[in-house]
């Protein structure tokens, strides 16, 4: 993972400055300012500016709901009740912008979050550097038989020796062809003064989807939940998770009742249909429930049972 | 304009709090942070947060164009290339949040805008305030004959008496009412023991449009520009227009360089049709154009000879 | 409840027309076309066009999952699928446009959704009709006691009595001042031929918030199953749940795989905190929790209870 | 271009099938539906439904401006006069869904455009055709020497062979490695029994940006105006401008009016800066104006002197 040289001036520059100001600041945000998180093999998440804090939430939810909040005496308390009752817009009244280094195939992933807004570094204008996502051998998984989208055993042995092989080759060839192509090296000097060049909108096509672009993204509190929420499940795929994972880590230093309340209400919480909660309350109620005749397919049962510890 | 005490002292707090920041700071706008600008008799607003500056604007082209910016060296210049040339990501990497109060037929205009974030204060939670919009007797227009949703001449005399005394009787009758059925004063108490109280979700719809309602607004830089646009505009009602032209003040604060750019590309641009420019390009050839035969319309032809100062 | 004549010839004429269509057309909503569902005193909604339907949802999924969907052979079960999973993409490529009319106290409740297309009634453009919603005696509530938006037991005598008569007596008040101010009856005929009329902009802040308005509102099926998911729950106020149930039954007639997955795996569903699950699983073994040491406040215990079936 | 068996099935049946209904039809667009417009090598643009036509745009406007609009007698009328001042939601009011194929590149450019709806092939849970997009030889540019996201002159000779021949090699390259490490062949057949096969979600990065992918886009009328006005510039990249352009034909099929006010009042049309508006108005006066002095750069001042036909 390598900031450019620019970056790296500008990150060192950014981190000296220091201001006053009569906005909510939050300390331990502040100490992870621009400092690039490490994800992946060359990837990178580092938070660039932000807007409010856990109090910023409270505020907002004091003027919606006026005097009626005068009973909810405690900012936590008033925060849980927001995240439990699904109430959005007091989440949205915060904001946060993060620097964020990925591969292709996941930048198409993210992008179709749609409530947030993107400047992505645009290969039409400029050349990309040559770096490929190549996964680490554990997370060179089979497809996995039961799930048609997700991950199976890890390959071993020659079988993944040949992945890693293939997929290093073929970037790293596509990428060579991509410079001579445009007849630039990385750094835009010409490698042979008799050719044109092909224009850079076009030799971007032969690169390879691993390789690594970057954009600023911002975000509010409410839809950025609404994407870890999606995006650190277990369900999504291993390469956009880490990123998922380490914003769930900017989350608690930032607005630290908010995380909290988020763990609870959203990522650790289930949701049960109509049947399922039939069937819960059959069950407590000392009733043997089988699934065959429960109403519910054999996969939801499965589900189900898993979600109340009575597996096996 | 007046803000509640418990506003007040949460103001008092803010203005008087400090702290290090190493996020983008400008000191124009801090100086405006908090304090509200008084519109209309009791409206106001003021900026309760913000996130970037002209800067944050360069350093999202930057990203997006990376090496292909090199040869734009000067901020300024880059951000009029990119107003003039209608980008708007850079400009959505800046985002500001206001505290507004305003009357409730002009909240019914400004909520159309849906690209952004807001929290009112809500009717059904909490007790309105007495305080209704009563236009000064200079805008007390009467309906244009020219224009189906503009203003024509000032009323005077004893028809702008009647109209005035009409407004503020039938506000004062109609909250009236509301406290009574509410069976509660404006601070909450109650005022009948023996009577129960409407509840507060039905009460309300016993108000008039011009009762002052309050948010808080949260925007990008790009959509509060197409806000601004908009109702900024000559053709806005009044009513929007006082709240518009303030927040443009506020704009020249916070990042002067796009408020400089948005004024010469944006406020003080025109669109000319495809006809429209057909007729300009004949007249600067030295050709005698008519509206008859020109393919514009009577009122189209005003507005280009208008436009290009050709009137009369 | 009544179309104006325009719009009850328009109407005659939209149901009269008749066109092939290579669409995909629902029989079932066809019948119910332009027909106005009558909803409160005044208000309506009617469906105006329809895009999609059951199939539309499943053939986007197997686009989306290609051949990864061969195994899900049948429609239904891909829809329940989509659902229980929490796909939206979908859902949003049906499409449904009504007809409204609303109080205005509604029509702002109803505004805050902003994924959706709206062209309403311009006050500043026309001039409104006298109409106000004046609930029913069965619907004039106090004030709950336990929940500060609820509402509690029915309001009756003399008090309901009064309550109704200062609703009828100062909404007509203020229309009738509102044409005095702009000189002009219902129809647009001017009254007084001495006086200007104030202009329409202005004379509509003197109408009361339950005044009816009528707008054009129209939303992909994702954000409808969204809007029906808060406005159709028992929290909802009730002058705007009525609309949400209206359409309830048009979801059922356009679409009803979907609005059958919708009723078990949204409507019906709960969620449970990670909290309140943990409780669930260590009663299903057989253990006694109780609220105290439970980690739930006693709000949330009840609520737990009360999803469990627990109560009493 | 090249639809699969499965789709080419549907079409048959869709184009087959005949039903009545109330809807607005519009029988130049019915004409169209289903059948896949050829762009590019392998691409294509279909259409599979919409909702509304020019009438819809009128009649959701006289909702909004109601009796107002009386005196505005005719639709092609009202039309542009809403187009020329900006109006934008009644041209929200219909809505209209594509399916497309496009290379991945081009892809990446077009979902930038977020106010859209979009189902793409998901290469998670199934395996990419093996297509490639390979441009005509005349579209085979240099980079621009004056514009650094434009093209130049077109690559001839040696040049030009070795860049199609590598474009060739390497998209094929990668595409048999990805085949090789998904053990599958692009129908799904495993190809070793010994072997397990990499999973979808991963294999997928070893793609080059050239190969083609699908998906569903639905937009509405005024959306798809904004994406068109962009992207069938002549400034965008020739590989989505030819989308572009084949979906103005569709626009002008499907609502003619609002497609000849759009090339007047947007794709025909300039603006003019409020300096540029100042020199037109002083050359107009019969004033000579130079660059230099004017205010304008000299790019400024070279684009204004084209608008104004006075190059040379």
Not at 264 to 276: E, F, I, P
Request: some cysteine; hydrophobic content about 45%.
């Amino acid at each position: 993972m390598a900031l450019t040289d620019a970056q790296q001036q500008e990150l060192a520059e950014a981190k000296a400055a220091r201001a006053e100001t009569r906005r909510p600041t939050v300390p331990a945000l502040e100490a992870l300012l621009f400092e690039p998180i490490p994800l992946l093999d060359h990837g990178f998440i580092r938070v660039i500016d932000y807007m409010g804090d856990d109090s910023a939430v409270v505020q907002a939810a004091r003027v919606s709901y006026g005097r009626g909040t005068r009973a909810v005496t405690e900012d936590r308390g008033l925060i849980r009740y927001l995240m439990r009752h699904w109430h959005s817009t007091p989440f949205e009244m915060c904001e946060i912008k993060f620097h964020v280094k990925l591969p292709i195939f996941v930048a198409r992933q993210w992008i179709r979050h749609r409530m947030a807004n993107v400047n992505e570094y645009s290969a039409r204008y400029s050349i990309m550097d040559r770096e490929f996502y190549i996964p680490a051998p554990e997370q060179l998984a089979a497809q996995s038989s039961s799930n048609r989208q997700g991950r199976g055993e890890v390959l071993e042995g020659d079988e993944a020796a040949r992945v890693l092989h293939l997929l290093r080759q073929d970037a790293g060839t596509a990428y060579d062809h991509y410079a001579e192509m445009l007849n630039e090296d990385e750094a835009g000097a010409p490698l042979d003064p008799a050719r044109q060049g092909l224009a850079r909108e076009l030799a971007r096509m032969n690169l390879t989807l691993n390789t690594y672009t970057q954009w600023y993204w911002k975000i509010d509190l409410h839809n950025l939940m609404h994407f870890l929420r999606l995006r650190a499940d277990a369900h999504a795929q291993y390469e956009i998770r880490v990123y998922a994972e380490a914003m769930l880590k900017v989350l608690e230093a930032w607005v630290p009742a908010v995380a909290e309340a988020f763990r609870d209400y959203r990522l650790g919480a289930v949701t049960l249909s109509a049947q399922m909660l039939e069937i819960t309350r059959r069950l407590l109620a000392g009733e043997a429930v089988e699934q065959a005749g429960s109403g519910l397919s054999k996969r939801e049962w499965r589900e189900l049972m898993t979600v109340l510890g009575r597996e096996g």
